[in-house]
């Protein structure tokens, strides 16, 4: 798949490969992942909203609950960047066309069994903010999420959610709402 978008310099970081990072890291983290909170097209009635995607019931880890779009930054993605694009289109079908900065990741651990053994995993979600143009035509993949909303900063808090998450759309809507224009 193809993608076009552009980014502020502030992100050229994010246009190494997944496993240049995780050298960068030297260890420190299992799994990278991406959040990403897209921005609904502003308006000028009202504040601005985020989109807050609800997890399948059928997933093992979080079922039901609202998280920012995301997920794993593949091997193969060209950059994080292309990955966050890509993981956009798998879980939202919305094309970013640029990402406009990234606010405070998310370190969380959580316990895996492989051969029946647990393990700790720790991850690293690297936390952005997206546009994309024209009316946003949602599609969800079935198979991990159930149903979406365009919430403003005080529609948060009632949703079922982590603590974690729900300071993460905090910290989005800190860095949404310091832009000037978007």
């Known amino acids: 798949m193809s993608q076009t978008f552009t980014f502020d310099d502030s992100l050229n970081k994010y246009l190494t490969s997944r496993s240049a990072f995780m050298q960068q890291l030297d260890g420190?983290?299992?799994?990278?992942?991406?959040?990403?909170a897209?921005?609904?097209?502003?308006?000028?009635?009202?504040?601005?909203?985020?989109?807050?995607?609800?997890?399948?019931?059928?997933?093992h880890l979080y079922p039901d609950i609202y998280e920012l779009p995301g997920g794993k930054v593949d091997e193969d993605d060209v950059s994080i960047l292309h990955g966050a694009a890509r993981?956009?289109?798998?879980?939202?079908?919305?094309?970013?066309?640029?990402?406009?900065?990234?606010?405070?990741?998310?370190?969380?651990?959580i316990e895996r069994v492989y051969d029946g053994k647990p393990i700790m995993q720790t991850?690293?979600?690297?936390?952005?903010?997206?546009?994309?143009?024209?009316?946003?035509?949602?599609?969800?993949?079935?198979?991990e999420?159930?149903?979406?909303?365009?919430?403003?900063?005080?529609?948060?808090?009632p949703l079922p959610s982590t603590e974690e998450m729900k300071q993460v759309m905090k910290n989005a809507f800190a860095f949404v709402n310091a832009l000037s224009d978007i």
């Open 28 to 36: 420190h983290c299992d799994k990278l992942v991406v959040g990403i």
């Open 38 to 59: 897209i921005i609904q097209n502003n308006t000028s009635s009202g504040p601005s909203r985020i989109l807050y995607v609800q997890r399948s019931s059928t997933e």
């Open 87 to 109: 993981e956009a289109v798998e879980e939202t079908s919305l094309q970013v066309t640029h990402f406009l900065g990234e606010f405070q990741s998310l370190w969380y651990t």
């Open 123 to 143: 991850s690293l979600q690297i936390n952005l903010v997206a546009k994309i143009d024209g009316d946003p035509d949602v599609k969800l993949n079935p198979e």
């Open 145 to 157: 999420h159930q149903a979406y909303v365009w919430v403003a900063e005080e529609e948060v808090e």
